[in-house]
């Protein structure tokens, strides 16, 4: 019981802390999405609007890991989603409350500067296909091994361990089952590269374009790494089980960390053209521009893009995304069943 | 290939978006910056990075393949063409003195002495000369 309360926590814990630096992955002159002056967000009245976001944030962490506590003896999928539901749609509310104080009191408005590159191609749009042939060809290898090796699999191996370390599930030996991990890595990494193919020719030629696309590249390799040991676990497990969560937890903190660093840099601020009036943003997150033919933007908060909501064709780039991003994950659950 | 060249509007300004679209190219091709058999970005990522309509976009095209400059074809990106100098008929001497004139005493009324306002003038030629 306490091991399940404690696997329970750390992912809410770490969503809350997610959301306590949320405000602070934005780029210079942005802050809650608002335009502002770039030292706003150092002046008391800046540092009284983060504070008061936190508390607010923290305040339905709280609720959330109360509510997931008192849920946890009955249904697990429901005291494990009301309250993460609960932690993303409160600090969104809290977020989009502070969206309006800082944009009615301190928000600025500059000018609708537009800039387009000339050369054809644009430099730093081409897509480096090289980089992500490995780890289709890790999964291929992993797939022929297990192929290869049918007859030595066992008939039942672990697939679920424990807090404790022990397993706690098991899946039988058949080509749902054995090659599901294969699949859903290459339908992952496909997803990956399907973002990272309309970042890089459907979005503004940006310095955020570079950064989101390496973004990809670079999260693409400890996902294949997760799926390849996952593949392996009929023969046993390669590597100790903490490890994948570790390796995880390293590159998305890392990342993040890089993250913050690239957008935070003072020149980006002016190396992203994009539309730059507060009035396309609903809520602070939601981008709405019907004079804007693009479908990919910038993002105010984080790195990467959103989509433009006024632009029919993001739905069915979203639809397609979504599709793909779905196929794997039926397939997982199919296994699973098995 | 137009190397590095950007080409930059401002969307908050009076004059419209194809204008200054075809005014910031029409410069790049009078100093030779987008030299002849330059390839142009489609109409399309020309309207996604300046965040304007494509129809815009087509237009400060079209408006430029008019002057002589650009050739145009249907799925392919637009050139710039070896143009040869014209002959102003008096009608478009007429016109230019015009809005020249309009500009001068808009600079004039801005308290723009008018010798500064030769040098500028004088600049700008030059530098769209060389």
Known sequence: ?338 | MAGDLTLRIDLDSSVPAYRQIVDGLRILLVNGKLAPESELPSVRRMARDLGVHFNTVAEAYRMLAEEGWLHLRHGRAASVVCRDVPNPTLDQMGEFGQRLQALIAEMLAKGIPAAKLQVEMRRAAEELES
């Open chain 1, 1 to 338: 019981m306490k091991a399940e309360v404690a696997m329970l926590i750390v992912p809410l814990a770490f969503v809350a802390v997610i959301f306590q630096f949320t405000p602070l992955l934005t780029r210079r002159g942005i802050f809650f999405s608002a335009t502002v002056d770039p030292d706003f967000p150092r002046s008391a009245d800046g540092r009284r609007v983060l504070r008061s976001y936190r508390w607010h944030a923290a305040l339905w962490a709280i609720l959330a890991i109360g509510l997931a506590a008192a849920l946890l003896p009955h249904a697990l999928p429901l005291a494990v989603l009301v309250p993460l539901l609960l932690i993303i749609v409160g600090s969104a509310l809290s977020y989009w409350l502070k969206f309006r104080e800082v944009h009615t009191h301190y928000g600025q408005r500059r000018p609708e500067i537009r800039q387009a590159e000339l050369s054809v191609p644009p430099a730093g749009a081409r897509f480096n296909a090289w980089l992500w042939i490995p780890p289709f060809v890790a999964l291929a290898l992993t797939a022929t091994y297990l192929q290869l090796h049918w007859n030595q699999l066992p008939e039942r191996f672990p697939v679920h361990w424990g807090a404790d370390g022990q397993p706690n599930r098991w899946s039988s030996r058949d080509p749902l089952t054995v090659f599901a991990p294969v699949a859903m890595g290459a339908g992952m990494n496909l997803v990956m590269l399907a973002l990272a193919w309309l970042f890089t020719h459907l979005s503004r030629n940006t310095i955020m374009r570079r950064i989101a696309v390496r973004l990809l590249e670079v999260l693409l390799y400890p996902l294949t790494f997760t799926f390849v040991v996952v593949a392996f676990l009929p023969i046993g497990l390669v590597v100790p089980v903490w490890l994948i969560p570790a390796i995880m937890l390293t590159c998305v903190a890392g990342l993040i960390y890089w993250s913050y660093r690239q957008i935070a840099a003072p020149a980006i601020a002016d190396a992203v053209p994009e539309p730059q009036s507060d009035s396309y943003w609903k809520a602070g997150m939601f981008y709405y521009n019907p004079n804007d033919p693009a479908i990919f933007v910038a993002k105010r908060v984080g790195i990467g893009y959103t989509v433009n909501f006024a632009n029919k064709m993001c739905w069915l780039v979203l639809a397609g995304i979504l599709m793909l991003a779905l196929l794997p994950a039926a397939l997982g659950i199919l296994a699973a069943k098995k």
